[in-house]
């Protein structure tokens, strides 16, 4: 799914409580910029562990001239590790599996949101549900996020991974072999695991369900209080003291939050604010003002597109 929904209007939400209105393409600029960032730690990792070794039992070229292991480094696409003992320094194969699972961290952030707009409550996104799928065997009406969970479990693995990678670090002076059997699991698991992840990820996003009628209904509960900081702000423009308009801003979303009235109602209710506001609520009250600067992000975007050549 491209960027083609950045003016799909939704309410972002901070603790898990509404806060300003934002797009779903601003999520989605959020986490393509992340994903750059992976890329280049990633190329960063593959560079550090381009190195070969042929040094001897403790590193001192003893046996081998220092020619030898340069040429088959040569050979192989590899560098020459710069020092050695009897073998590579792990702190090399740390930053690969650090890599994976900073990677997986960010899947595992798309897939957070996803699961959390799946709420039913929420019902703002959805993972793909196939012709005949089954939610639950027992709940037909079940449609569970069950891809975007197990993405949260993988990104889990890929942190354990990394744990054992430092570990293998410190080593009883110039080696043990504490640290091959473990190796011999976590390195190509945490490939395997960080491959399905970006496989899962994309899958879901190519056949994510966005319902913008249901982003607009939660962006409008309580009768618009996702524009309370406009609201405040403008008071305090047309002259009433900052605290004495948090208060009455703050009692007029309480009594909204409480389901006393929507917000913008109860505020028109109060005199004093109808007669400083009246004329200009319906612009406090359109969530283009909170987006009306969106657009240098996109432009960003394009640029992050040109830069990685993505269609």
Known sequence: MALSHQTTVMVGRTHGVHAEPTTLGHKLAVWAFEMERNLERLAHAEEVASVGKISGAVGTYANVDPKVEALTCEELGLKPAAASTQILQRDRHAEVLSALAILGSTLEKV??????????????????????????????????????????????????????????????????????????????????????????????????????????????????????????????????????????????????????????????ANGEVKERLGSVLDELFDPAYALRNLGVVFDRVKDLKERLKVA
Request: hydrophobic letters at 40%; one cysteine or more.
């Open 111 to 268: 897939a957070l949101e996803i699961r959390g707009a799946q709420r039913t409550e929420v019902r703002e996104l959805a993972e793909p549900f196939r012709s005949g799928q089954k939610g639950s065997s027992a709940m037909p009406h079940k449609r569970n996020p069950i891809l975007a969970e197990r993405l949260c479990g993988m990104a889990r693995l890929l942190r354990g991974y990394v744990a054992v990678g430092f570990e293998n670090n410190a080593l009883w002076q110039e080696r043990d072999i504490s640290h091959s059997s473990a190796e011999r699991v976590v390195l190509p698991d945490s490939t395997t695991v960080a491959f399905y992840m970006l496989r899962t990820t994309l899958r879901i996003l190519k056949g994510l369900r966005v319902d913008e009628a249901r982003m607009r209904e939660n962006l409008n509960l309580g009768g618009g209080i996702v524009y309370s900081g406009r609201v405040l702000l403008t008071l305090v423009e047309a002259g009433m003291g900052r605290d004495e308009a948090y208060a009455v801003v703050q009692d007029a979303a309480m009594r909204a939050w409480e389901g006393e009235g929507g917000f913008r109602e109860i505020l028109e």
